[in-house]
C-alpha cells in the first residue's frame, strides 16, 4: 500500500520561503507511470492544483503559482519538495502532497499525503 | 484555464435518502472528471473517475455520470459517513488541473 508522509514547518515568516518534504513508500518514485505533485487548500475553501512533475525531472506548475515555486523529486530517498517563495497570509493553507497518474486518462490523484497546515505570519 | 463550477454549495439529505451532487465545466472535458470525498481534517479520497468509473474500495452507492460539460454525482442512501465536501477535478486539460469549488452534503 503506497503511503505518502509529509514534513515541514508548520509556521513561516512573510517573504520567507516555505518548504515541505514528502517521502514516498509502498511504492517507486520511479514508476513512469504517475507524477507526484502537491494541491494546496486555504483554510475553510477548496482546493487548489500546485504543480506536479515527473521521477525524470518535466514538471507542470500552476500558471498561477509557477514565479514562486520550485518542485523537485529525489529517486533515492523517495522524497518529493516543495518550497514556494515570498510567502504572504494568502499562502496560508494545508498542503497535500500526492500521486497523479502521466497519462491524460490518469490524471487524478489516487493517493494523498496527510496534510500539513502551514501558517504565514510573523 | 477550465472552471469547474458545483451546485448547490451545500445540501440537507436525512440518512437514507438520495443526494444529487453536480458539476458543471467552462469547455467540455469529454470524461476526463473525477469525485472526492473529503472529511473534516483528513485528505479528500478518489471516489471516481473517468466520470463514472468508481475508486477501489468506493461502495457501489456512490455513482457518477456525464461527459462534456455536465456531470452528476449520485450517493443512492446516505449513510452517516457520507456527510462530507465533495468535489469534481477535471484533467482532460492541464496545466492547470482545476477542482470545483465543493459541495457541502449535511445531515437534514
Known amino acids: 500500500q503506497l503511503q505518502m508522509q509529509q514534513s515541514g514547518p508548520g509556521l513561516v515568516k512573510p517573504s520567507e520561503t516555505l518548504s515541505l518534504t514528502c517521502t514516498v513508500s509502498?511504492?517507486?518514485?520511479?514508476?513512469?507511470?504517475?507524477?507526484w505533485g502537491w494541491i494546496r487548500q486555504p483554510p475553510g475553501k477548496g482546493l487548489e492544483w500546485i504543480a506536479s512533475m515527473y521521477y525524470s525531472g518535466r514538471t507542470y506548475y500552476n500558471p498561477s503559482l509557477e514565479s514562486r515555486v520550485t518542485i523537485s523529486v529525489d529517486t533515492s530517498k523517495s522524497q518529493l519538495s516543495l518550497k514556494l517563495s515570498s510567502v504572504t497570509a494568502a499562502d496560508t493553507a494545508v498542503y497535500y502532497c500526492?500521486?497523479?497518474?502521466?497519462?491524460?486518462?490518469?490524471?487524478?490523484?489516487?493517493?494523498w499525503g496527510q496534510g500539513t497546515l502551514v501558517t504565514v505570519s510573523s | 484555464e477550465i472552471v469547474m463550477t458545483q451546485s448547490p454549495a451545500t445540501v440537507s439529505v436525512s440518512p437514507g435518502e438520495r443526494a444529487t451532487l453536480s458539476c458543471r465545466a467552462s469547455q467540455s472535458v469529454s470524461s476526463f472528471l473525477a469525485w472526492y470525498q473529503q472529511k473534516p481534517g483528513q485528505a479528500p479520497r478518489l471516489l471516481i473517475y473517468g466520470a463514472s468509473t468508481r475508486a477501489t474500495g468506493i461502495p457501489a452507492r456512490f455513482s457518477g455520470s456525464g461527459s462534456g460539460t455536465e456531470f452528476t454525482l449520485t450517493i443512492s442512501s446516505l449513510q452517516s459517513e457520507d456527510f462530507a465536501v465533495y468535489y469534481c477535478q477535471q484533467y482532460n486539460d492541464w496545466p492547470p488541473l482545476t477542482f470545483g469549488g465543493g459541495t457541502k452534503v449535511e445531515i437534514k
Open positions: 509502498g511504492g517507486s518514485i520511479s514508476s513512469n507511470s504517475y507524477y
Open positions: 500526492a500521486r497523479v497518474g502521466s497519462s491524460r486518462g490518469t490524471r487524478f490523484f489516487d493517493y
